[in-house]
Every structure is written in C-alpha cells, then in structure tokens.
C-alpha cells in the first residue's frame, strides 16, 4: 500500500500517515460561515482537501473514507446581514449554502460525507458545555459560558506555539469584565429576542463559534480522529479552541491526530483585500469566463503550504494546457490507474505542483489513457467539470491586431477617433479592453455577444 506522509503542525514534521482504522479513515475541516458568497480565498482549502479527499479514497478505498466539512449557519455576521437586508436569517442561509455548493462544484470539489449545519447540533453542544463545566474547564459568567485556558494551561497554545503566560500578558483587547482570564472564550452567550436563541441552563442563549466543531466531529467521527484541516488563519484561536473543548470534554480520545493548514492567497502578488480593490469572489471569475476547471488547475500549481498566488497569466496559461489535454484525451478511455509517478508525487503531503509535472511528462509522452486517470486523481480533466473546453475556442486576434494597428496609426496622427470608435465597439459587444505597451487584449466578459462583432473593424 501507499505510504501517505503529511506534513503535521502539531508536531511540525513531515510524518507518516497512519490512520485509526483503515477501514474508516476519518477527517474533518472547518466550513464555511454562510452569509455572503465564498470569496477565491475560501476556495483554496476546498480544493486543498478534496485533493486529500481523494488520494485517501485512492489508497484505503472510497468506502473507508469518511469526509465532514461543516456549515456555520449561526453567527454574529449572518445576524448582521440579515439586520441590513431584513430577510430571514434561514433564508439567507439556506441561499448562501447552496451557492457555496454549487460554486465548489464547478472547481471540481467532491461533496463531503457529512455537511452538518450548527444549528442541528445545538443540543449536543450544551451537552459538551454542560460537560466542560461540570469538570472545572468551564465557568458561566453573566450570562455566559466561558471556557478557563487556566484549567488546561500546559496543553492550551501548543498547536499555534503560544503559551498561556505569553497571550495573556500580551492582551491588550478590551476585556470582558466577567473573564476570570483575558485568554478564556466564551462557549455560550445571551440572545436578546431579536436574535436567534435556544433554550439551555444558562437561559435563552446562542453557541460562541468553537464549540460546534468539537461538538460535530465529537458526534460524526468520535473521540478520535484522523486528520484536522482548515487555513492557517484558523490555527488560532479556532484550532487551538477546539482542541481545548475536545480534550477537556472528552479526555479518553485525543481529537485529530494530524492537523493540516493551508496558506493564504493572493491576487497579483498582494493581500486579496476590499480596500485594494482586488477582492472577488469565485463566482466572480466563473461569470467572467474564467472555467471552474481553471481555477482548480491554478491552485494545485502551488503546494498548500506556500502562498499561493491567482494571475490572469497563470489562468491563460492554464486554459491552453486543459485544452490541448481534453483535445489529447478526447474519446479515450482513462488507464485502470493513475501513474505511480503522480500518486508518488501526492501522497509526499500533497506535491500537487510535482503532480502536475508528471502529468506534462505522460502528456509529452502521448500516454494519453495514463494522463486522463492521473488527472482525474487530481480532480482534473473530469466529465463534470469539462463543460467549458468543447466547442471552438473564441478567436479574437484578428480584433485585437485591427485595434493595434488603429493605435500605432493613431500615435503617428494625433487622431484617437478611429481607435476610441472600436473601443467603444468592442465595449458594446461586451469585451473588456485592455491596452498596455505590451500589446492590445480583448477578454469576454458575462455580457461577451459574439454577434456584436459582426461589421465592427
Ligand atoms: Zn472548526
């Protein structure tokens, strides 16, 4: 069998992977809050851990893997929605959870075993709060209930590398009177009526966001599982909270056994941010044009634990090598397996990049049955998600070389009439225009109307 290592940040090695029971591999990552659509951040881990998803299926057998990712559908961002639109808080939720799959399912994402919603789980989590009290971990406070780090001081801060000593002194937040420690965090809180709200010891009240991991997985994958993953922006407090919740409550079993963190990404070389105004979301780039297919190749370009960074080179580039692949594989029937080559390659804690360089290798090599399993093992030049690549490719040269040459004309005659006419027609016909000293570009945008073009230039 096929020896998987990952890399583990709890122990900060690359270690062999050795699940609990083969025969039901277990792993869950941290989901989405549903309140807005998922931005191209968001999609990273989603491909990460289907890429995992599948290499564990690939090796144990799909029947003895089981997958959970959950939704969080109560917390403090979806109120803020809803106050701001007034709609219904269910649906908005129910909305954004369903774009949240479909979005995921044109990059070629495999749907989890279990996608268990938080408000399912509410009675299980005042169980586990009710348990963490009950063994000193945990104090109610005004209204609230707080988990004590104090209680669980050596342990608490190991996965982030922090220590309890260190965080508190460095507190500089404004602090919660009723903290008996600036570190502990809350595990319940009081609704007003205007909020969601259950029932529960401590009166009408909603969870704090940690719990419903520990409560979820505690309740689809037991005491003890195999692996965690999430983005590393998760590690703390989320990871290191749950992990808290976990062991304290349920001290027989040690929670995951291998935690996995995927870097952040970036768009152009910089911080995706609002206030850089590169910030968009996955369907965005779908409405752009830019294939699921696309997406998902770019990022398994890049290890998941180096940043990873999203340029409109790289998605053409991109594009031309799905293309010429589903062109070279077309009709084909996929080889009984992947090449050893590439499920070597992932099964070293996911070198998807290495992965990739194999698949060129099985391409240049016109071992075209080979390349198709192998890509499919990576999720790639599958029948789902291949939709876009059939049909004749979109051929705008001879615009652009029309629009060019209007240009250079133009710089000689101090005459820009000609060249902001074609502008204004491509426009129309819904192309983006781009003009740079490296040449001129026309991309289809959600509007693109071929038909426009007809008599333009
Ligand atoms: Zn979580």
């Not at 999430?230 to 079993?253: T, V």
């Not at 634990?305 to 293309?323: F, I, N, Q, S």
């Amino acid at each position: 069998m096929t020896t998987i290592k990952l890399h583990n940040t709890r122990t900060r090695k690359k270690e062999e992977f050795v699940p609990i029971d083969p025969k039901n591999v277990r792993m869950y990552v941290c989901g989405p809050t549903v309140y807005d659509r998922a931005h191209l951040g968001n999609a990273r881990p989603v491909v990460v851990f289907d890429v995992l998803y599948r290499l564990l299926r690939e090796v144990y057998g799909a029947e003895h893997v089981t997958y959970v990712r959950n939704f969080t559908d109560v917390d403090d961002k979806i109120n803020a929605r809803a106050a701001e639109t007034g709609r219904p808080i269910g649906e908005i939720t129910a909305e954004t959870t369903q774009w949240f799959l479909d979005d995921m399912g044109q990059l070629g994402a495999l749907e989890p075993d279990h996608m268990p919603r938080a408000t399912q789980y509410i009675g299980q989590m005042i169980a586990m709060i009710e348990v963490l009290i009950e063994k000193g971990h945990a104090y109610e406070a005004d209204g609230h209930v707080l988990f004590a780090v104090d209680s669980w001081k050596e342990e608490y801060g190991k996965l982030s590398g922090r220590s309890v000593d260190d965080m508190t002194a460095g507190a500089r937040v404004e602090v919660a009177p009723y903290k008996k420690n600036p570190m502990d965090f809350v595990l319940w809180k009081p609704s007003t009526d205007d909020l969601p709200g259950w029932d529960s010891p401590w009166g009408r009240g909603r969870p704090g966001w940690h719990i419903e991991c520990s409560a979820m997985s505690y309740e689809l994958l037991g005491a003890s599982f195999d692996i965690h993953g999430g983005g590393n922006d998760l590690m703390f407090p989320h990871h290191e909270n749950e992990i808290a919740q976990s062991c304290c409550a349920h001290p027989e079993g040690r929670f995951a056994n291998y935690w996995l963190h995927n870097e952040m990404l970036q768009v152009e070389g910089r911080k995706m941010s609002k206030s850089l105004g590169n910030f968009f979301t996955v369907h965005d780039l779908l409405e752009k044009g830019v294939p699921g297919e696309v997406i998902r190749f770019v990022f398994l370009q890049t290890h998941y634990r180096k940043p990873m960074d999203w340029t409109e080179k790289k998605a053409r580039e991109a594009e031309g090598v799905l293309r010429k692949w589903r062109a070279l594989t077309a009709g084909i029937e996929p080889a009984a397996s992947a090449a050893p080559a590439v499920v070597d390659a992932l099964a070293d804690d996911l070198n998807t990049a290495g992965a990739i360089a194999e698949l060129h290798r099985l391409a240049a090599d016109g071992d075209a049955a080979g390349l198709l399993a192998s890509a499919q093992l990576l999720g790639l030049l599958t029948e789902e998600i291949g939709a876009w690549a059939e049909g004749p490719k979109l051929d705008l040269s001879s615009h652009e070389a029309r629009l060019a040459a209007a240009r250079a004309e133009a710089m000689e005659s101090k005459d820009f009439a000609e060249v902001d006419r074609l502008k204004a027609a491509y426009l129309a016909a819904g192309l983006e225009v781009r003009m740079s000293k490296a040449g001129v570009e026309l991309v289809p945008g959600p509007e693109f109307d071929a038909a426009k073009l007809e008599g333009v230039g």
